[in-house]
């Protein structure tokens, strides 16, 4: 009988002690998301608020952050059952298109989720798209010979937009001329050449002006490397 009680007394205690503990919680489920948003938004923001659910002290050991988000820090790591703690968290779009998603992990003594991920999602929407990105790669450069890179920009606008007061720098030339206007949700082709005159690493640039407000001014890097003409490997070629 005596070994019965002891048992059933150990059994108590395990259970209470089981049901003892602190319990993570963010109000608003384990996701926010922004929805569709422009780049001129970004950083993003929003508070993150953070309940203790259990009925034991939680505490916070870390926050961690992936990239291209910050935040402010907790107001307290130490919550009583019940307590609510909030921080504000920041997502920069960078030149992100389309879907993004970040993360926050959050580490406490929660012992059923002792890491706690909070995603942070939004749908970049921008004026305008570059394929397949805001450059132009020169990738077969000879001394003395045209070499020709392409990149093809999307109007993703229901309004026509006019790109006018074209530059070029390092001798870079274009098949655009004069004011040359990308038809809503239309693309344009810039076909650039240059010819090299001098051996090593090409950089230069391609500017002009925009009638979107959202990118009134925009920047085409353009880069390649050039073989020396007496090389073994260009001779080879």
């Not at 939680?58 to 909030?86: F, H, M």
């Not at 004026?127 to 990105?133: G, N, T």
């Not at 090389?231 to 080879?236: A, D, L, R």
Request: aromatic share 6%; hydrophobic share 35%.
């Amino acid at each position: 009988m005596k070994k019965l009680l002891t048992f059933a007394f150990a059994a108590f205690c395990a259970a209470a002690t089981a049901y003892a503990q602190p319990k993570i919680q963010v109000a608003g489920g384990d996701t926010h998301d922004w929805g569709k948003v422009k780049p001129t938004q970004s950083p993003l923001s929003t508070v993150l608020k953070i309940t203790n659910a259990g009925n034991e002290e939680l505490k916070i050991n870390d926050v961690k952050v992936g990239c291209g988000c910050t935040t402010t820090g907790l107001e307290k790591k130490e919550l009583a059952p019940g307590e609510t703690t909030s921080m504000t968290v920041s997502l920069n779009v960078g030149t992100n298109t389309g879907g993004v998603t970040k993360s926050v992990s959050i580490l406490s003594n929660d012992p059923e989720t002792p890491t706690k991920l909070v995603l942070l999602k939004a749908e970049v929407v921008r004026a305008l798209q570059f394929v397949p990105a805001q450059y132009l790669s020169f990738t077969d450069m000879k001394l003395g010979s045209e070499s020709t890179a392409k990149v093809t920009i999307k109007n993703l606008t229901n309004e026509d937009i006019v790109l006018s007061d074209i530059e070029t720098t390092n001798g870079i030339k274009h098949n655009l001329k004069g004011q040359t206007t990308i038809k809503a949700n239309s693309d344009l082709e810039i076909v650039a050449r240059v010819k090299p005159q001098q051996k090593g690493y090409f950089n230069g640039t391609l500017k002009m002006k925009s009638s979107n407000a959202e990118m009134p001014v925009i920047e085409i890097s353009a880069w390649g490397q050039v073989p020396d003409a007496t090389s073994p490997v260009f001779m080879n070629k």
